[in-house]
């Protein structure tokens, strides 16, 4: 009988990891950055019951004047109300954490929330251009990944 409870508790287990999947989805759709709007944010993510929660940040930009950049940054919030400027990683930095990351280049810009550090139940990307105008754009598409 224990031999089968043990084999049962591993199927069990070897299961819920393999019939896991990702769930994906766009947080922010495509959107030009330019005099009006000069930053765009992401409805509220529900990310509490993520294990792993990924963003991938898709920056195409124009310079006519030169100096546009674009900086990324994240808001956390207990109760979907009252939010704060937290903490993420992406590969650039490693294990270090920061607050934004500002982008000055075309490229596909990856980062992550490390929940096992904390448990926040809500999260919110911002994408906010700088020397944007009507012939200095940029477009950025944010998508979220995560398992659950």
């Given at each position: 009988?224990?031999?089968?409870?043990?084999?049962?508790?591993?199927?069990?287990?070897?299961?819920?990891?393999?019939?896991?999947?990702?769930?994906?989805?766009?947080?922010?759709?495509?959107t030009t950055l330019d005099d009006s709007p000069t930053s765009v944010t992401s409805a509220t993510q529900d990310v509490q019951d993520f294990l792993k929660t990924g963003f991938v940040i898709e920056y195409d930009e124009t310079?006519?004047?030169?100096?546009?950049?674009?900086?990324?940054?994240?808001?956390?919030?207990?109760?979907?109300?009252?939010?704060?400027?937290?903490?993420?990683?992406?590969?650039?930095?490693?294990?270090?954490?920061?607050?934004?990351?500002?982008?000055?280049?075309?490229?596909?810009?990856?980062?992550?929330?490390?929940?096992?550090?904390?448990?926040?139940?809500?999260?919110?990307?911002?994408?906010?251009?700088?020397?944007?105008?009507?012939?200095?754009?940029?477009?950025?598409?944010?998508?979220?990944?995560?398992?659950?």
């Amino acid at each position: 009988m224990k031999k089968f409870l043990l084999g049962l508790g591993i199927v069990l287990l070897t299961a819920g990891v393999a019939f896991a999947s990702p769930i994906n989805k766009t947080i922010i759709a495509q959107t030009t950055l330019d005099d009006s709007p000069t930053s765009v944010t992401s409805a509220t993510q529900d990310v509490q019951d993520f294990l792993k929660t990924g963003f991938v940040i898709e920056y195409d930009e124009t310079e006519v004047g030169g100096g546009v950049s674009g900086t990324v940054s994240f808001e956390f919030s207990y109760d979907g109300t009252n939010w704060t400027t937290g903490y993420f990683y992406d590969f650039a930095g490693g294990s270090t954490a920061q607050t934004q990351e500002t982008l000055a280049a075309d490229a596909t810009y990856i980062c992550w929330l490390d929940s096992s550090l904390w448990s926040i139940p809500y999260a919110r990307a911002t994408v906010a251009g700088t020397n944007t105008d009507t012939d200095d754009t940029i477009v950025v598409t944010v998508y979220m990944t995560g398992q659950q």
